[in-house]
């Protein structure tokens, strides 16, 4: 169980790392949207690339981030009844999730996929558009979005399983974005709260 959790550690940290860096696809997307904008007003002059590559981040962003949004159980989850449920049940309702339902829909569309992208970055297909872009980097979203959320979907799913186990923290819990230092310093002042409020000793009767 302990290597498992290893794994699930180290996949929880790839997507984090993605999810730290897929912002700047959003905020470029703006910058270029804004200057589109300005340029078309302006010298009355606009492209059809600058309009695509916008879809591009925006798809890169979207996909790509999907397994960062697992992570921290940001999809929409209809918890009109799950949160009434007891705390096991919701961790096996998410284990039946992730094996029967998260990872055949991945792998169905990594093997759907996976062949397009190969297909156009051979035939070097363009977008049909005037001035249109060169169509596999869009395409490669897919499964690079895919694999990471499958891969946190197998890390939530091993978390799970850990937790019934009694050798992990509770999977429903929304993880922290709190460095190892941060943490360490939110206890220490906890205690020192503690102690600060706790009456002191009576000290020795005469």
Avoid at 13 to 23: D, F, S
Avoid at 70 to 81: G, M, N, P, Q, T
Wanted: net charge positive; glycine share 6%.
């Amino acid at each position: 169980m302990q290597a498992l959790l290893k794994f699930s550690r180290a996949i929880d940290w790839l997507n984090a790392q993605v999810g730290k860096y897929i912002i700047w696809a959003i905020f470029a997307a703006t910058v270029i949207s804004a200057l589109n904008a300005v340029v078309r007003k302006t010298f009355n002059y606009s492209s059809n690339g600058f309009l695509e590559v916008q879809w591009y981040l925006f798809a890169w962003s979207f996909l790509v981030a999907a397994g960062y949004t697992l992570l921290h159980r940001e999809h929409v989850r209809i918890d009109v009844l799950n949160a009434h449920l007891p705390k096991t049940v919701r961790v096996w309702i998410d284990i039946v999730g992730y094996a029967l339902f998260l990872t055949p829909v991945c792998l169905m569309v990594l093997y759907l996929s996976t062949p397009q992208v190969i297909d156009k970055f051979a035939s070097g297909e363009m977008s049909g558009n005037p001035g249109g872009l060169i169509r596999w980097p869009v395409w490669l979203a897919l499964p690079i979005g895919f694999t990471l959320l499958m891969l946190q979907g197998w890390s939530q799913l091993i978390k799970c399983i850990a937790f019934l186990r009694g050798q992990g923290p509770d999977p429903t819990e929304k993880p922290t974005d709190k460095s190892d230092e941060q943490e360490l310093i939110e206890v220490l002042r906890q205690r020192n709260a503690g102690a600060a409020v706790s009456p002191p000793s009576a000290g020795p009767a005469h």
